[in-house]
């Protein structure tokens, strides 16, 4: 039986291309019963024409999940995992809630949408959650540091969860993009894996080699500075209190907590596989098959504010509109980009024809040019043209690329999970 599947800010199906495949798999372990997208900053919602085209029969709402939430909360069907990765966000607690058992945080802010979903979902909250954020989450806000993830924590632990994590990149297993990212599972209070977890006397162990996100992305070692701490319940006191004076977060790139108190260390990857390189013959399309539109011309390569000139290193005056100077400097980049290496991370603004400092640039047969979307898909391991559709534009298609996560991390997670969950079921019969 497939694990069903919510998917909440599902931009252009990453997730779901992940777990079912695309086209999906008649042997899927996964199966996607709803999903939501919505762009609070735009009027046209490209992301849902792209999602509503490639899955046309899906149940999928275009809808505020604000207002999904608030006013057709039966919409959301009863799941066993919910997925997504949502904006990073200030999550600080706004105001407690007199009449509910729940808290609520700033209006727009989507992690209190997942809250407020396990919470209204009492008596048949979805037994996993599958989530990613940017890695800077385990450090923010720069006040505070740990602050926005540890009221993740305790919202989650205050619900009935324990929560694995782990930032992963996705070129250290040889995936095509330097994309860094912080996964986080969680394991309901009545699931095998979640008595697994409370089982394991040194939860190390379980950062090791015993955890799920372990068993998908193996660890070379584990730093010996290893933290214990608890996280209390209150979330306005984390909110307000949590590491209030630290100058660091406590949270390193891995851990694991239940019952309030996490274990956290720093990991190294083990992987001794196959690297793919942004040059490979896989990702680049052939010169012929580019758009002229694409390739750099020699006047804004060397031009005043041109892609030489922004990519390189510089120390100079600069002055703000007050008319304050200051002394700025960076170091260069490397230009083109590297062909025998994985890509460096996709950003938002990758499209469009202007210079930029973080758009990538390769040389292909003596000529400089940008990426194109199909390249652009491939980095992120979804298929051809998935974000193809007449209307979008290459520029949003790139947006929606840097807006994306690497599908291979999404599968390998996936694979891992369904097993555990698959075996546990069967020791269970033959128990």
Aim: proline share 4%.
């Amino acid at each position: 039986m497939p694990i069903t599947v919510v998917e909440l800010f599902a931009g252009v199906g990453g997730f779901r291309i992940g777990l079912e495949g695309y086209p999906r798999k008649v042997d899927a372990n996964y199966n996607v019963l709803w999903s939501n997208q919505w762009e609070p900053s735009t009027k046209r919602q490209h992301a849902n024409e792209v999602y509503k085209n490639r899955w046309p029969n899906s149940n999928h709402s275009d809808k505020n999940i604000e207002e999904v939430i608030e006013g057709n909360f039966d919409d959301i069907p009863d799941h066993d995992l919910l997925v997504g990765g949502f904006p990073c966000q200030d999550y600080s607690v706004a105001t407690t809630l007199k009449n509910s058992k729940g808290l609520i945080g700033k209006k727009g802010v989507l992690w209190w949408s997942i809250e407020a979903i396990l919470r209204k979902k009492a008596e048949n909250r979805p037994q996993y959650l599958m989530l990613e954020n940017v890695d800077r989450l385990l450090k923010s806000p720069s006040k505070q540091r740990g602050r926005d993830f540890a009221l993740m924590l305790t919202s989650l632990n205050n619900l009935g969860y324990a929560v694995e994590w782990r930032v992963i990149n996705a070129a250290e297993y040889g995936m095509p993009q330097r994309r860094r990212r912080v996964f986080f599972l969680a394991y309901r209070n009545d699931t095998e894996i979640y008595n697994r977890i409370l089982e394991t006397e040194n939860k190390e162990d379980w950062l090791d080699s015993d955890g799920i996100i372990a068993g998908a992305f193996p660890v070379k070692e584990i730093d010996n500075n290893i933290r214990i701490q608890n996280i209390e319940a209150d979330l306005i006191r984390v909110s307000k209190e949590f590491n209030l004076n630290g100058k660091l977060s406590p949270f390193e790139n891995c851990g694991v907590m239940i019952n309030g108190e996490f274990t956290t260390a720093k990991v190294k990857p083990d992987y001794n596989g196959v690297y793919r390189h942004l040059g490979d013959k896989d990702i680049l399309i052939n010169l012929s098959e580019v758009p002229e539109e694409y390739f750099v011309s020699n006047e804004d390569i060397n031009k005043v504010r041109g892609w030489k000139y922004l990519k390189g290193s510089k120390s100079e005056i600069r002055q703000t509109k007050e008319g304050f100077k200051y002394n700025y400097s960076e170091g260069s980049m490397i230009f083109p980009d590297a062909l025998d290496n994985a890509s460096r991370t996709i950003i938002t603004g990758e499209g469009g024809k202007s210079p930029s400092r973080f758009k990538h640039v390769v040389e292909q047969n003596g000529r400089l040019r940008r990426l194109t979307p199909i390249e652009l898909e491939r980095l992120n391991m979804f298929p051809d043209n998935h974000t193809k559709l007449d209307g979008i534009t290459d520029t949003k298609r790139a947006f929606f690329m840097g807006n994306a996560l690497v599908v291979g991390i999404v599968e390998k997670l996936g694979v891992e999970l369904s097993e555990r969950i698959n075996a546990n079921i069967n020791q269970e019969q033959f128990a």
